[in-house]
């Protein structure tokens, strides 16, 4: 069964940081990424890792700020979020994609969704 658990979601000030983990029930992937959803706004790529050669991808508010990674050994894919601010504010969802995401930070790429994770920021 195809599984994504995201963790780590919690309140912080805002400048603070916090580090979302997801943990994946052991498939294949071609690409992980991380999204967002603001209430009142629509869902939005945040990170992602694709390729064989661990290539990343990052929306353009977050650059600079939060840092996308995985450890292949223990199938967990990771969003280090540095200087947070309070418009990170939102529910934050891991996705995987089996196939080559020709968009990486593009949702419609991603074939399984994690339950999501809060992050608020003060």
């Known amino acids: 069964q195809v599984q994504l658990v995201e963790s780590g979601g919690g309140s912080v000030q805002s400048g603070g940081s916090l580090r979302l983990s997801c943990v994946n029930s052991?498939?294949?992937?071609?690409?992980m990424g991380w999204f967002r959803q603001a209430p009142g706004k629509e869902r939005e790529g945040v990170a992602a890792?694709?390729?064989?050669?661990?290539?990343?991808a990052y929306g353009d508010s977050v650059k600079g700020r939060f840092t996308i990674s995985q450890d292949n050994a223990k199938n967990t894919l990771y969003l280090q979020m540095n200087s947070l601010k309070l418009e990170d504010t939102a529910i934050y969802y891991c996705?995987?994609?089996?196939?080559?995401?020709?968009?990486?930070?593009?949702?419609?790429?991603?074939?399984?969704w994690g339950q999501g994770t809060q992050v608020t920021v003060s």
């Open positions: 890792i694709y390729d064989v050669g661990g290539r990343t």
């Open positions: 052991g498939f294949s992937t071609s690409s």
């Open positions: 996705a995987a994609a089996l196939s080559h995401c020709y968009d990486p930070t593009a949702e419609y790429g991603y074939n399984y």
